[in-house]
Each structure stands twice: as structure tokens, then as C-alpha cells.
């Protein structure tokens, strides 16, 4: 185990609490003596005493170990608050509807947080029918590529991996789409919303702040 319960967790999940060490202590079975011990980073609970005190502090094992707060923000399900975890070590891509504690190879994930896209990173996005087609302007070497394209909706998440020496595009059915992601092995993930009138352009974007004000006007048109 690599992590590990600190002190400085037991005495912020106690005062949240509103307990005193002795409180803790006798819920615990233990001294107040020992408690302090644990809090001033003087030594740590026994591995059997993991269970019990994330119990008594209504928490998780895991939230208990890394220190994290986790709460079930996701209980209508919306897809549109998903989140995606990529593994540096060996690009396993996790996919979480909200907040999570995620490890991959012994390495704790960060949520990628979509940047908007930019003359490096720019998409196209065509309405053919019921799909969008996407198309990123992006090499696709060994080296630099993109990993994953996904289409978001409140009910749904739509995701093609892709790979390097194959094709940076994509296909989605549109039903309810409201955000295309798409993650660049070295620069992270970027991310657009379609906005009708400008989704189905014949012609990819030449001008990245061209196409951000185009939206805005597009937005305000079709709102």
C-alpha cells in the first residue's frame, strides 16, 4: 500500500464530526492517548482498525486512505457531468459519471478538464442525417496523437478509441448530443459544444477565433 490514513485526515473527518478525541476513542475502543498519538503524526491505526473508522466517520476505505471527500452528486444520472481519467503509464482511459478516487498502475488520476480548442487542436464537426461526423486536425503518429473522441448527452456517453496511424475522426448519432471531447496524448483534452448552423459547415474551422465568435452569434440565434 503506498498510501496511507494521516493524521491530519482522523483530526479533520473528528472535528467535522464535531467529536472529541475521547468520543472517538471510545466509539473506537481505543485510548484518547492513542488517538492523539495518531493526530500529532506519532504513529497509525492498525490496518483492522480501517473499516471501523471510516464506519464511525460514515466515509469509504478508500475516501479515508486519500484523504478526499466523495459525494454522490450523480444521482440523476446525468451523463453531461461525466468525468475521464487517462493513465500516463498505459493510456487506460476511465470513465466516471462524477467524482471519483482513480489509480491506475500504482498512479493517483486527475480528471481531465476540457480545454477549449485551438489552432493546434482544431475539429470538425458535419451533420450527416441521425450522426455527427468529426474530423480532428491532428497528426497521428506513434509520438502525438489523439487517444479518444466522445459525444456527452444527459442520457449517454458515446466513445471511439482511436489509435496512432489510423484516422483522427469519428461518427456519433446526434440524439441529445451536447459536447464533443476528444484527448491529445501530449496537450490533454479539448472540448465543444455543436451548436446548430455551425455543426454542419461544408468546410473545417481555418480560424479559431473566427469560429468562437461565430458560435457565440449562433448561439444567440438559436437559443
Keep these: 500500500m503506498n498510501q496511507y490514513v494521516t493524521g491530519a485526515v482522523i483530526k479533520r473527518l473528528r472535528e467535522k464530526n464535531q467529536m472529541t478525541q475521547m468520543q472517538f476513542a471510545d466509539r473506537l475502543g481505543v485510548s484518547d492517548k ?10 497509525y491505526p492498525d490496518i483492522t482498525l480501517l473499516e471501523p473508522i471510516a464506519a464511525i466517520f460514515r466515509v469509504s476505505v478508500t475516501e479515508l486512505i486519500s484523504g478526499n471527500d466523495i459525494r454522490n452528486e450523480n444521482v440523476s444520472a446525468n451523463m453531461m457531468r461525466s468525468k ?26 486527475l ?7 485551438d489552432e493546434q487542436h482544431m475539429i470538425f464537426i458535419e ?26 448527452s444527459k ?32 496537450d490533454g483534452m479539448f472540448g465543444i459544444e455543436p451548436v446548430k448552423g455551425i455543426d454542419d459547415k ?22
Design 202 to 223: 461544408e468546410s473545417g474551422y481555418d480560424n479559431a477565433e473566427d469560429r468562437r465568435e461565430l458560435e457565440k452569434t449562433a448561439a444567440v440565434i438559436f437559443k
Design 84 to 109: 475521464f481519467y487517462v493513465c500516463p503509464i498505459c493510456g487506460n482511459v476511465i470513465h466516471t459519471m462524477g467524482e471519483a478516487v482513480v489509480q491506475c498502475h500504482g498512479v493517483s488520476l
Design 111 to 117: 480528471p481531465e478538464c476540457a480545454e477549449q480548442t
Design 127 to 152: 451533420r450527416i442525417e441521425d450522426e455527427y461526423y468529426v474530423r480532428i486536425d491532428h497528426e497521428m503518429t506513434k509520438e502525438h496523437y489523439i487517444s479518444f473522441v466522445a459525444a456527452l
Design 34 to 43: 492513542t488517538v492523539s498519538k495518531w493526530e500529532t503524526g506519532k504513529g
Design 155 to 186: 442520457d449517454e456517453v458515446q466513445m471511439v478509441k482511436l489509435y496512432p496511424e489510423g484516422n483522427a475522426e469519428a461518427r456519433f448519432k446526434i440524439r441529445g448530443v451536447k459536447k464533443i471531447c476528444f484527448f491529445c496524448n501530449r
